[in-house]
């Protein structure tokens, strides 16, 4: 799993590079301070995921993360803050974030929010998924009702992805396999017609599917 760091606080920079590079199946393929020529950057590195922090000098994590989005719809963007006010959280997602992080959350919860956007989830930390949840029905109108054709276990697995849990914690709240949550989601997004986890979330919410 090949990962970019943009973050302007040189000791957590390169703590995380060394973090990632430690950590078995993933490599860091770039670290940078800043987001200044950042389609340059992407496109010298080859990489999954980019690690954003949300404050950073020059373009914002939530400008870069909607430049990269539209340049780079395949890589996945996790989020990383000191804040957890409600406006950074929306802006972040809206603007195409995979996940939410906050910078106190211990070496193996970065490692597994990693995971989480790799697998198709949507991880935020526990403290901000509730108000996620209710930023999007305070901020997204109901739009125009459409069938979709959910099935009851379709409906379950997107409910409690709504409520920021992982495929694996997902998977083991139904006891069924990640491998059966991922075919269950392969089917939510083509009945839904989103390419993620984050725009299924949206559109459950202001469609209020579930």
């Known amino acids: 799993m090949k990962i970019c760091i943009f973050e302007d606080n040189t000791h957590l920079r390169e703590s995380l590079q060394l973090l990632i590079d430690a950590t078995t199946g993933f490599h860091c393929v770039g670290a940078f301070p800043n987001c200044k020529n950042l389609l340059e950057k992407l496109s010298d590195v080859s990489c999954d995921i980019c690690l954003m922090d949300i404050e950073m000098p020059g373009i914002s994590g939530i400008e870069a993360t909607r430049i990269i989005k539209e340049s780079y719809p395949e890589i996945q963007v996790l989020i990383q803050t000191v804040f957890s006010d409600d406006d950074s959280i929306f802006r972040a997602i809206c603007a195409g974030a995979s996940g939410y992080i906050l910078k106190t959350?211990?070496?193996?919860?970065?490692?597994?929010?990693?995971?989480?956007?790799?697998?198709?989830?949507?991880?935020?930390?526990?403290?901000?998924?509730?108000?996620?949840?209710?930023?999007?029905?305070?901020?997204?109108?109901?739009?125009?009702?459409?069938?979709?054709?959910?099935?009851?276990?379709?409906?379950?697995?997107?409910?409690?992805?709504?409520?920021?849990?992982?495929?694996?914690?997902?998977?083991?709240?139904?006891?069924?396999?990640?491998?059966?949550?991922?075919?269950?989601?392969?089917?939510?997004?083509?009945?839904?017609?989103?390419?993620?986890?984050?725009?299924?979330?949206?559109?459950?919410?202001?469609?209020?599917?579930?």
């Open 105 to 210: 959350s211990s070496p193996s919860e970065y490692i597994q929010a990693i995971k989480d956007v790799k697998s198709g989830g949507a991880p935020m930390s526990p403290s901000i998924a509730s108000r996620v949840l209710q930023l999007f029905k305070l901020n997204l109108q109901p739009a125009t009702k459409e069938e979709y054709h959910l099935t009851d276990k379709e409906k379950l697995v997107l409910q409690q992805l709504v409520e920021g849990k992982s495929y694996k914690m997902i998977a083991d709240g139904l006891t069924i396999s990640v491998e059966t949550i991922k075919t269950h989601m392969k089917n939510i997004y083509a009945k839904l017609h989103v390419h993620s986890s984050t725009e299924a979330v949206a559109k459950a919410l202001q469609e209020r599917i579930i």
